[in-house]
């Protein structure tokens, strides 16, 4: 069997490169995560015009708490600010929030404005996932004990306890910046995902950017193995 000219409903995105676009400007890395953060709102806007049911947003891994102090404050301040700014929007664009990783780990305001933005978006039709505390491998650990726990370790098992449960299958895969790796993002969930890698650093990542993707994956020949 083979699946062409598919539409995606479910496309993820590892948003790297802020720091190197700061770089290049000689700004600090702070202003790169800023940039980054208006290249999301964007890309959440345009939402509606494409088949995306399901945006999933690599934002922080379970490894960037190595980073210095100084930029995990910048990282989480700014989603503080992201979620207060952006909550109306998400709510009249009928945007759902959804969050993967171990996102109860951050500090309780966060949790609390978290746990807020998901109850207001719950509503809605259109899934954006963000990622945060997030880490591939702890995620398939977790959803092993889990299904250990209920029964029996099968694949479907695992899949119905991984935090994308009840999520449409992962179609397309992104990393901007050049990076060819996945940084422990959605391990699982991407045996099948076609990948795509492009050279644009993500605060100049566009909704003519996500477009491009599509169409690219439109023209790509899926066959889960089969012929
Ligand atoms: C991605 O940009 C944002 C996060 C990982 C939070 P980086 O900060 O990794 O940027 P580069 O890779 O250093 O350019
Ligand atoms: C992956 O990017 C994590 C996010 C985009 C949030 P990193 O910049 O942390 O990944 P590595 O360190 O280059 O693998
Ligand atoms: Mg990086």
Redesign the pocket.
């Known amino acids: 069997m083979s699946v062409a000219d598919g539409q995606a409903r479910h496309v993820a995105i590892i ?7 700061a ?1 290049r400007k000689h700004l600090p ?1 702070a202003m ?2 800023r940039r ?1 953060v208006e290249a999301v709102r964007e890309l959440v806007r345009s939402l509606k015009d494409t088949s995306i049911e399901c945006l999933t947003l690599y ?3 379970s490894e ?1 708490w190595k980073r210095s102090d100084d930029e995990v404050d910048d ?1 989480m301040n700014l989603m503080r600010k992201f979620i207060k700014s952006d909550l109306p929007e998400f709510i009249a664009n009928d945007v759902k929030l959804h969050i993967i990783g171990d996102w109860q780990a951050l500090a309780p305001d966060i949790v609390a404005m978290l746990e807020d933005a998901l109850e207001q978006t719950s509503k809605g039709s259109r899934t954006l996932a963000v990622a945060l505390n997030y880490g591939g491998q702890a995620e398939i650990v977790h959803a092993a004990r889990r299904a250990a726990e209920q029964g029996e370790i099968t694949e479907k098992t695992i899949d119905a306890n991984l935090f994308t449960a009840g999520l449409p299958p992962l179609d397309l895969l992104i990393r901007t ?1 050049g ?1 060819v790796r996945l940084s422990n993002f959605l391990l699982w969930q991407a045996a099948y995902a076609e990948m795509l890698f492009v050279d644009t ?2 605060p100049d990542f566009t909704p003519e950017h996500l477009q491009l993707a599509l169409e690219d994956f439109a023209n790509r020949e899926r066959r889960f193995g089969g012929r």
């Open positions: 948003m790297d490169g802020n720091g190197r676009w770089k890395r790169g995560h980054g934002a922080f891994s960037n990282l910046s990076e650093l993500w």
